[in-house]
């Protein structure tokens, strides 16, 4: 049947006063899930460097990879990865968003700007995903060349954290 | 007509405490590693599926699924996550197979317990929200109701469930990768403080963290990858009723109805006589007795009696967690009950080492999912 031929819903309607009121069944819990995972060798490798101010990937010979972040084994390739390989904290933008609504639904005047940034000597290249700053939303466009802005060595933590956001590479 | 389907190759790491040294990624890579190495294959090429079995709230990673690939040389190709017992992914894969869909499947679960801080809300948050959970009460109280019961129902003793525990952490100590071995006598079990009465600190597995990884194949391929394939010839799970008012307190009605279903699969009518040894899954020492009971190796009620007599030791008529069980070699939480097919693996293989137990030809291997659970699967394997 049509919804619109329906005259009166059965059942009863619930407004959000009436789960306020706890009119309805009513049940609170809020989880304590907590966890303390192990980085191990490849992650752990990745956030000491961050904490020095300098990325770090790793190089596959069989498929000739360079990847970041790093991983004690080749995905592709199932064999282990053959060297550690440092990175500049250059790079160029792959792909961008504009966001209007922050992780915990506030809605923004001016928007945040998460980037996947192919960092320069990865290859194919390859990314990580960080945020730009120190940029107009509008003027952010696929290719523009980024450089990492740290935070002073004495802040940095071993996190992705350590480089505050990526900003526009002025050239020349 | 189904298919016939064998384990061709096992990849394991060793139960240990703590694996601060790697991530979980790195652990598993580590078990796939070998079991790759151990079925003579290479997975980008030769596997066709990957099963994975894990959860959520225990990984701490919503859509856990999306993790699974990499480690396992799974990537671009069919791979799926379930939430269950390690024994649940072992059937996954085997109907992939059995159906005719695939030749060759991978099934992985792995254990980083020791990355949980809250254990014990997590298990918490399985109870049901309204009826139980309001309580507050820690769930281990029901592991001690089902072994309250069960001894009130069977006559079992304290005597008898602490024996599961030096028996089983005495094995232990023979199996290399099992971190908890342990000469104890029964009175250091029954010594032991109080957790939820009757069930004492000992007669709880501590739990470890560690992977495994079994490689499944069809019947014709199997045979021309190994000289020692591993058959699978049956399979059964099953589910009693999950709440804690209604369901079976002293019988272990899931394990009855999982080896009713693996039972007529294999044609077994008797197990006593035609299993020659199992892995029960021993999480709470009450528990091995429960799962001996329920499988028919004996009578309800009379696996304490078998246990005081010797039945179970690894020199006894029915070897139960020669490994050391879950008491022993440390409970690897989802991954449990492959811990237990790789011991069925290696000891129909002959390649248990000094834990080697003389001429078996069928074993068995049980998991249960767990506390609040009354959820188990089973696997009767044959060389
Ligand atoms: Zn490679």
């Not at chain 2, 139960?320 to 409970?331: I, K, P, R, Y």
């Amino acid at each position: 049947m049509m919804t619109a031929q329906i005259k009166e819903f059965p059942g009863v309607g619930l407004r959000e006063s009436d789960f306020e009121q706890r009119k309805v069944l009513y049940t609170e819990w809020v989880p304590n899930a907590r966890y303390a995972w192990d980085a191990g060798v490849a992650i752990g490798r990745y956030l000491a460097e961050l904490k020095e101010g300098r990325l770090i990937g790793v190089r596959c010979r069989h498929c000739r990879r360079t990847v970041i972040p790093p991983r004690v084994f080749c995905e592709w390739c199932f064999r282990p990865m053959d060297e550690w390989v440092p990175l500049p904290d250059t790079g160029t933008v792959n792909t961008f968003s504009l966001c209007y609504v922050t992780w915990d639904m506030r809605r923004l005047t001016e928007p945040e700007i998460p980037a996947v940034i192919d960092i320069d000597g990865t290859h194919p290249p390859v990314g990580i995903l960080h945020l730009l700053g120190e940029v107009e939303p509008q003027a952010v466009q696929i290719g523009m060349r980024v450089q990492a802005v740290w935070k002073p060595p004495e802040e940095r933590t071993g996190s992705i954290l350590d480089i505050r956001y990526f900003r526009p590479v002025r050239e020349g | 007509m189904t298919r016939k389907v064998a384990i061709v190759g096992i990849g394991y790491t060793g139960c240990r405490p703590l694996t601060a040294e790697v991530s979980y990624k790195e652990l598993v890579y580590e078990a796939a590693v070998k079991a790759y190495e151990d079925a003579g294959l290479d997975p980008r090429r030769d596997v066709d599926s990957f099963v994975t079995v894990a959860e959520d709230f225990i990984e701490g990673t919503s859509i856990f699924d999306e993790y699974t690939p990499d480690q396992l040389g799974g990537m671009l190709k069919p791979n799926v996550t379930i939430p269950g017992e390690g024994i649940h992914g072992l059937a996954t894969a085997y109907l992939q197979i059995a159906s005719g869909l695939v030749d060759v499947v991978v099934v992985e679960a792995h254990s980083k317990a020791s990355n949980v801080l809250t254990l014990p809300h997590i298990t918490a948050y399985a109870m049901d929200p309204v009826y139980n959970r309001p309580l507050q009460a820690n769930p281990i109280f029901i592991a001690g109701m089902e072994m309250n019961r069960y001894m009130w129902a069977t006559g079992a003793t304290q005597e008898q469930c602490a024996q599961v525990v030096v028996k089983n952490k005495r094995c232990a100590l023979y199996n290399p990768t099992a971190a908890y071995g342990a000469n104890l006598e029964i009175d250091d079990v029954l010594a032991a403080e109080m957790v939820a009465y009757p069930l004492g600190r000992q007669e709880i597995s501590p739990h470890a963290d560690g992977a495994v990884v079994l490689v499944l194949a069809a019947g014709e391929v199997a045979e021309s990858l190994t000289d020692l394939p591993i058959w699978i010839r049956g399979i059964g799970w099953c589910n009693d009723a999950p709440s804690l008012e209604t369901r079976g307190w002293g019988r272990a009605i899931y394990a009855e109805g999982a080896g009713k279903m693996a039972y007529q699969m294999a044609g077994i009518r008797n197990p006593m006589e035609e299993i020659d040894f199992a892995e029960l899954d021993d999480t709470y020492a009450y528990k091995e007795l429960q799962h001996l009971e329920a499988l028919g190796f004996c009578q309800f009620g009379e696996a304490g009696i078998l246990t005081a007599e010797g039945v179970t030791e690894p020199g006894g008529a029915l070897p139960v967690n020669v490994s050391g069980g879950n008491l022993g070699c440390g409970h690897l939480l989802d991954a449990a009950g492959l811990r237990a097919v790789v011991e069925v693996v290696l000891q129909l293989r002959g390649e248990a080492g000094s834990h080697q137990l003389p001429d078996v030809e069928t074993g068995l291997a049980f998991g249960w999912r767990g506390l609040p659970s009354t959820s188990g699967a089973v696997v009767i394997l044959s060389n």
